[in-house]
């Protein structure tokens, strides 16, 4: 069985002084994610739910062994962000943001395939694994601890 996230996934927020970010982080704390980090470029050393902030991924990494990164960025920068937490060494991206242009997601997915990269989205509400872990936009109180893991590739 393929588990995606779990209690010791390791996860950045990129995005998280966002509205959308900080309201998430703040789910994924209350449901026992290990959120260690976020990223937004000019405001580290910032704390947004108690995470500490990086100006960058690369940073961010060089604190805290990351093993995931959920990315809430507009869809003008979600290539950049996918391409950042990837050159970075994140295996697991999970990408909320809609509307992100074709072409990006292609080359996002090309670029996560070289690299045995694993990419969740774009524009799905996340992946959970019941009572462990989640990386998403998902309600806590809907998903009981058992055998099955929910995973959308679109929030549609």
């Known amino acids: 069985m393929a588990i995606i996230v779990d209690k010791d996934s390791v996860v950045l927020v990129q995005g998280i002084t966002g509205k959308q970010g ?4 703040s789910q994924m704390l209350a449901y ?15 704390r947004i739910q ?3 902030v990086f100006n960058t991924v690369a940073e961010a990494k060089e604190h805290y062994p990351i093993s995931a990164s959920i990315i809430f960025i507009p869809s003008s920068g979600v290539k950049d962000a996918a391409f950042e937490a990837m050159a970075a060494g994140i295996k697991t991206i999970v990408i909320i ?3 992100v242009p074709l072409h990006d997601a292609l080359d996002i997915m090309a670029f996560a395939e070289k690299y045995s990269v694993t990419v969740i989205g774009p524009n799905t509400f996340g992946v959970i694994s019941p009572g462990q872990s989640k990386m998403g936009i998902m309600p806590n109180i809907i998903y009981t601890p058992g055998i099955v ?7 549609h």
Do not use: I, L
């Open 22 to 25: 900080s309201f998430h982080t």
């Open 149 to 155: 893991g929910v995973v959308s590739r679109s929030a």
């Open 97 to 99: 943001t809609e509307h």
């Open 50 to 52: 108690g995470v500490p």
């Open 32 to 46: 026992g994610t290990r959120v260690a980090a976020g990223v937004s470029p000019g405001k580290g050393g910032q």
